[in-house]
């Protein structure tokens, strides 16, 4: 078996398939490249910079390629109905980044509520504004998230520890035994922060109306998927204070994002760093490792 991990793996789990005499390449290739590439591949690993759409998939299915791995939850880039029609099985690896996905979304709200990121610009540029920058607590205050998934339950019990208080909504998990679930406008309106935790989406679940619902003053971050928010809607609200500060990991267009909504006051920024961890990326190694092994088994008794 050969595996091309076009944008990267952890050097544990390259060890790991090496040890069991399975080749690796580590090499970015950019679409063109990749398509000719790709014959030589059984396995190909990917995260958000490569993109598998139909005409890759066509070049692909006739080929040695059986098995596309996303290094990461989401699988928006890749076109899954098409592969799996065209007998190029589709997973991804759920398990390994909720809790670095969740500790960079508090990472946002405490920077947001205590002004952490623009005192520190404007610190460094000569400001002393200790009088400007007064701040609000976390403790205490609705927390609303929007999707109740691994990364949502464990951005709860996180954010439940510092003393919020945790509503939820998601649109099939209803019932849980330690937080309550209210319809989607209700969270809106009763929260005083806001993460969404959702799936790619046709049209932007956060939009004019949505932002007319909540609080003034609400604080609100996205670290989840770029669509999920209109910008423009967004920008509007930090321009006329509806929003108090905005968090913002993924963006519509990456990697070249609005310049209005990357240098805007009010906001806090990362660069899709939500899975960005030591840890994280080496549990993801491991469900790949995991993944590769149990599906070499499965072609290894299908030719038997």
Same mark, same amino acid.
């Given at each position: 078996?050969?595996?091309?991990?076009?944008?990267?793996?952890?050097?544990?789990?390259?060890?790991?398939?090496?040890?069991?005499?399975?080749?690796?390449?580590?090499?970015?290739?950019?679409?063109?490249?990749?398509?000719?590439?790709?014959?030589? /591949?059984?396995?190909?690993?990917?995260?958000?910079?490569?993109?598998?759409?139909? *005409? /890759?998939?066509?070049?692909?299915?006739?080929?040695?390629?059986?098995? %596309?791995?996303?290094?990461?939850?989401?699988?928006?880039?890749?076109?899954?109905?098409?592969?799996?029609?065209?007998?190029?099985?589709?997973?991804?690896?759920?398990?390994?980044?909720?809790?670095?996905?969740?500790?960079?979304?508090?990472?946002?709200? %405490?920077?947001?509520?205590?002004?952490?990121?623009?005192?520190?610009?404007?610190?460094?540029?000569?400001?002393?504004?200790?009088?400007?920058?007064?701040? $609000?607590?976390?403790?205490?205050?609705?927390?609303?998230?929007?999707?109740?998934?691994?990364?949502?339950?464990?951005?709860?019990?996180?954010?439940?520890?510092?003393?919020?208080?945790?509503?939820?909504?998601?649109?099939?998990?209803?019932?849980?035994?330690?937080?309550?679930?209210?319809?989607?406008?209700?969270?809106?309106?009763?929260?005083?922060?806001?993460?969404?935790?959702?799936?790619?989406? *046709?049209?932007? %679940? %956060?939009?004019?109306?949505?932002?007319?619902?909540?609080?003034?003053?609400? /604080?609100?971050?996205?670290?989840?998927?770029?669509?999920?928010?209109?910008?423009?809607?967004?920008?509007?609200?930090?321009? $006329?204070?509806?929003?108090?500060?905005?968090?913002?990991?993924?963006?519509?267009?990456?990697?070249?994002?609005?310049?209005?909504?990357?240098?805007?006051?009010?906001?806090?920024?990362?660069?899709?760093?939500?899975?960005?961890?030591? *840890?994280?990326?080496?549990?993801?190694?491991?469900?790949?490792?995991?993944?590769?092994?149990?599906?070499?088994?499965?072609?290894?008794?299908?030719?038997?």
């Amino acid at each position: 078996m050969r595996i091309l991990a076009n944008d990267g793996l952890d050097k544990k789990a390259v060890g790991k398939f090496i040890e069991e005499g399975i080749y690796v390449d580590t090499k970015h290739y950019e679409k063109d490249e990749l398509k000719d590439i790709i014959k030589n /591949f059984e396995v190909l690993i990917i995260r958000s910079a490569t993109t598998i759409d139909k *005409e /890759f998939i066509d070049l692909a299915k006739t080929k040695k390629l059986k098995l %596309i791995i996303r290094a990461g939850v989401g699988l928006d880039n890749i076109d899954v109905d098409y592969a799996e029609k065209n007998g190029i099985t589709v997973t991804n690896t759920p398990n390994a980044s909720s809790n670095s996905v969740a500790e960079l979304v508090l990472g946002h709200m %405490i920077s947001l509520a205590r002004y952490i990121t623009i005192s520190n610009i404007t610190l460094r540029d000569g400001q002393w504004n200790k009088k400007i920058y007064t701040g $609000t607590e976390i403790s205490g205050k609705t927390f609303g998230i929007i999707g109740f998934g691994r990364i949502g339950k464990a951005l709860a019990k996180k954010a439940s520890a510092l003393g919020m208080n945790v509503i939820f909504y998601d649109k099939y998990y209803k019932n849980d035994d330690n937080f309550p679930y209210l319809p989607f406008e209700e969270v809106l309106k009763r929260a005083d922060f806001i993460s969404l935790h959702v799936p790619s989406t *046709e049209k932007p %679940i %956060i939009g004019e109306e949505e932002f007319k619902l909540m609080k003034d003053g609400v /604080f609100l971050v996205n670290a989840a998927r770029g669509g999920a928010i209109d910008e423009d809607c967004l920008i509007q609200a930090l321009n $006329t204070d509806k929003l108090a500060g905005a968090g913002i990991d993924v963006f519509m267009e990456e990697p070249c994002p609005k310049a209005a909504l990357c240098n805007h006051p009010k906001v806090s920024v990362t660069p899709h760093i939500g899975a960005a961890t030591k *840890e994280a990326q080496m549990r993801i190694g491991e469900e790949i490792i995991d993944i590769v092994m149990d599906f070499n088994g499965k072609i290894n008794t299908i030719a038997i």
